[in-house]
């Protein structure tokens, strides 16, 4: 009897665990200093894989933000949320998209302060349209690149944007990778103008001593900013409030514009905004 239980039950050793694999076969159960013992290694353990993780983690976000360093930073301006987005996703795979706005006077102040390499710009933009604010930002930023999005294939519009600095124009109907070599080639320090547009016009255009160039001329900055606030809809007060002056100063420039212009109501002053592109209808 003695025998037959000799041969029946057999002792587990700890590395094979706490659970049986065999139907009775003794269990010997670890003492509590071994159970400590394991503890202890699995907390060195779990600390070890957290710090190792964070390790990793840190690292990673500190390549990330080397890579995003090294990339050009690219800035983007358009009053249509919808296409700004579309312009950030399409670009950040290769650019460091710093910020987007959607005004021109939002364009020249954070512009100025961000100082990026290219800025993406819609023409119609309000508050303060794209050529001119474009305009503004390259008298601070020489170096600037200035890249046209807009849905206006005019070539004479085309040409007045080459002769205000910019570096690219191209149509928002245009293919998504046509924006990324647009990009990239201005970036190049060369320009860039959409295959849709006819180049041969638009270099006839620069060459020439146009009407459109001509208006654009006429009159002052500040002159051409109050006449686009005035034609979108806003009052004297919000015009003043806008570029931080009186309404009497307003009502100055409002005369002084009808007068350069010989515009005899406010409908022939929305027709010239409409026209040499202040505004869009």
């Not at 076969?25 to 159970?35: E, G, H, K, N, Q």
């Not at 399409?90 to 987007?100: D, H, I, M, R, S």
């Amino acid at each position: 009897m003695s025998a037959q239980l000799g041969k029946s039950l057999t002792v587990q050793p700890l590395s094979t665990g706490l659970a049986a694999k065999r139907r009775g076969t003794l269990r010997v159960f670890p003492s509590c200093a071994d159970i400590a013992s394991g503890l202890r290694f699995c907390l060195r353990k779990r600390t070890f894989s957290r710090r190792h993780l964070s390790g990793l983690d840190q690292t990673t976000k500190r390549e990330e933000s080397k890579v995003a360093g090294n990339r050009p930073q690219i800035m983007i301006a358009d009053d249509h949320a919808f296409v700004a987005d579309a312009c950030r996703m399409l670009l950040e795979p290769e650019y460091n998209v710093v910020a987007t706005v959607g005004d021109g006077r939002a364009l020249v102040r954070v512009a100025t302060n961000l100082k990026p390499q290219a800025i993406i710009i819609d023409i119609g933009m309000p508050l303060l349209n794209g050529l001119d604010a474009g305009c503004q930002v390259k008298e601070i930023l020489r170096s600037v690149k200035l890249v046209f999005l807009t849905m206006n294939r005019d070539p004479a519009l085309a040409a007045e944007a080459f002769r205000r600095g910019a570096s690219g124009y191209l149509l928002k109907t245009c293919a998504a990778p046509e924006l990324i070599v647009a990009i990239r080639e201005v970036l190049k320090g060369k320009l860039y103008l959409s295959p849709a547009i006819a180049k041969e016009t638009v270099d006839f255009l620069l060459r020439q001593h146009k009407e459109f160039i001509d208006e654009g001329q006429r009159l002052t900055e500040r002159q051409r900013e109050v006449l686009q606030l005035l034609t979108e809809g806003n009052s004297m007060k919000q015009v003043a409030c806008a570029l931080n002056m009186s309404k009497e100063t307003v009502a100055f420039h409002k005369y002084r514009i009808r007068e350069i212009l010989n515009a005899k109501n406010d409908a022939e002053l929305v027709q010239y905004a409409v026209r040499n592109h202040l505004i869009t209808v």
